[in-house]
Nanobody, 125 residues
C-alpha cells in the first residue's frame, strides 16, 4: 500500500522559513513525479512545485519561484520543500502527491495518483 506522509508544518512569522518533508513508502517511486500542492479555506487546491525522482527536473509555480526549493533524497524516498521568505498568503494545508505525470509542468492535481494527509503551514503577519 502506498503511503505519503508529510511533516514539518507549523506557525512561522512572515519572512521566516520552514522545511516540509514527504516520506514515501509502499513502492518504488523512481519513475514518479512528486508534487507539492496547497489548499487554503474556500480555495481550490493549488500546485506549488514538482520534482522528478530521477534526473534533475523541477518545476515551480510562479507564486513561489525564487522562494521555495524542492529537493529529494532517493535513499530515503523522501522529498523536501524548503520554504523561505514566507508570506501570509502562503498559509495553507500543504499536500504531497505522487504520479506518473507527463510533462512535469502539469499543474492539474487530478493527474496525481497518491496523496498524503497534509500538513498545516500558517504564516503570521
Amino acid at each position: 500500500q502506498v503511503q505519503l506522509v508529510e511533516s514539518g508544518g507549523g506557525l512561522v512569522q512572515a519572512g521566516g522559513s520552514l522545511r516540509l518533508s514527504c516520506a514515501a513508502s509502499g513502492r518504488t517511486f523512481n519513475t514518479y513525479i512528486i508534487g507539492w500542492f496547497r489548499q487554503s479555506p474556500g480555495k481550490e487546491r493549488e500546485f506549488v512545485a514538482a520534482i522528478r525522482m530521477t534526473g534533475s527536473n523541477t518545476y515551480y509555480a510562479d507564486s513561489v519561484k525564487g522562494r521555495f526549493t524542492i529537493s529529494r533524497d532517493n535513499a530515503k524516498n523522501t522529498v523536501y520543500l524548503q520554504m523561505n521568505s514566507l508570506k501570509p498568503e502562503d498559509t495553507a494545508v500543504y499536500y504531497c502527491s505522487a504520479g506518473r505525470v507527463t510533462p512535469i509542468t502539469t499543474m492539474n492535481s487530478g493527474r496525481y495518483d497518491y496523496w498524503g494527509q497534509g500538513t498545516q503551514v500558517t504564516v503570521s503577519s
